[in-house]
Every structure is written in C-alpha cells, then in structure tokens.
C-alpha cells in the first residue's frame, strides 16, 4: 500500500509516518495542500491521509477540487476539529472516512486498509483465492492452511496482486503502487521478487501473461 500524508505538525507527521512504515505502508510526506495537489495529478497512490489544517488553506477544499477534478482515490481525514458539522464539511467535500486527533496509530491502520480494500471491491477483510488466505489487517498468508513467510516486500507485491485478482496487474501498476516513487525497479527486479513469490506458493498460483502482467490464481481449492 503507497499512501500519500499531507500533514504540517511535523513530529506528529514522523510519529505517524514511522508507525505506518513498520507496519508495511510506504508513505509520502508533504506539509501543504499545493504540494499535495501536485503529488495526486502526477503520482499514483492507494490512498491519501490528508489534514484539514494546512498552511495553505483548508484540506477540505484541497478535497473538494481533486472530487471535482475526478481524482477518486480514498481519503482519510485527520483532524482537530470535533464538531458534527466539520465532520459533516469533510464528507461533502469527499472524505471516504474521518478520523479525530488525538488518535491512536492503529486505527488510522485499520482505516487505511479499509478503505484500500474497498476500493477493489472487497468488503470482508480476509480475501480468499482458492487455497490462499490473505488477512489484510494482519498481513499474514496460508496456503491450504500452512503459513507462508514474507518479507516486506514481498508482502507489498503479494498483497497488492491479491487485492486486484483476479485481474490481470502489469509490471508498471506494480511499480507505481508497491514501491517507493524514487526508489522504483526496473522490470527485471519485479520479475526476480515475483520468482521469490513462485518459489514460496508454487508457480501455479501467479500466472505470467506475456505483454501484460501478472494474475494470482488460487489453484484447486482442497
């Protein structure tokens, strides 16, 4: 999951950028909405985490613009503001969800991946792909009921090929949304961790379409 935080209290910026990059998430930091702006027009990002407070103007009208615009990706609003009526504002504007300051990282999690999850059509926070098990919360995978062991990234390139199944996912997709904007592989680095992935499920469950991508199949359910 590439998340993009728009946030200007720095050490509650790096606090939270910390928690969330232990737990997987790979995470831009910018401070103001025009920066922001920027990043979400040229970028590609699974969700944004984006204040109300900013130094150049209210994050709801950031909001409001990028919804006018069809810029559609999910947005976590955090916020000092606890009235209903703000509340209310942030999802006018196009909030997918709200969460009040102060919080505790966990949730702001939880949300995240929520609200990831839904946007590729998955309501139930375990997805099943015949005899593979992916916990989104967790993070943890079996196979036919035995855990498989990931490392970092290939949880990331795991869980994004899992969240899209069964549609195909080309080598760029990946790219943009698995791996860091100024650390992002060429092609043969994708194919090599893919490998590593075949190695550990078997290679029946990630199909190669030359040309285009990759798709996890789940194999014959036992």
Do not use: C
Request: hydrophobic content about 40%.
């Amino acid at each position: 999951m590439k998340v993009l935080l728009v946030e200007d209290d720095s050490p509650l910026a790096e606090a939270l950028t910390e928690a969330l990059q232990e737990a997987g998430v790979l995470i831009e930091r910018v401070a103001r909405g025009d920066e922001a702006d920027f990043l979400v027009r040229t970028e590609v990002y699974d969700a944004v985490i984006l204040d109300l407070g900013l130094p150049d103007g209210d994050g709801n009208r950031w909001l409001a613009q990028w919804r006018e615009d069809g810029i559609d990706l999910p947005v976590l609003v955090l916020t000092a503001r606890t009235r209903w009526a703000d509340k209310a504002a942030g999802f006018s504007a196009g909030a997918d969800d709200y969460v009040t300051k102060p919080f505790e990282t966990a949730e702001v999690l939880f949300r995240l991946r929520a609200l990831v999850r839904r946007s590729h059509g998955h309501a139930h926070p375990v997805l099943r792909i015949g005899k593979l098990t992916f916990d989104t919360h967790t993070g943890s995978l079996t196979l036919a009921g035995r855990p498989v062991g990931l490392t970092a990234q290939e949880s990331r390139l795991f869980a994004y090929l899992a969240h899209a199944a069964p549609r195909v996912v080309s080598r760029s997709e990946l790219a943009e949304h698995v791996y860091d904007r100024d650390h992002e592989p060429d092609s043969n680095v994708i194919d090599v961790q893919i490998s590593r992935l075949r190695r550990k499920l078997g290679a029946e469950h990630i199909e190669t379409l030359r040309g285009q991508g990759y798709r996890l199949i789940g194999g014959e359910s036992s």
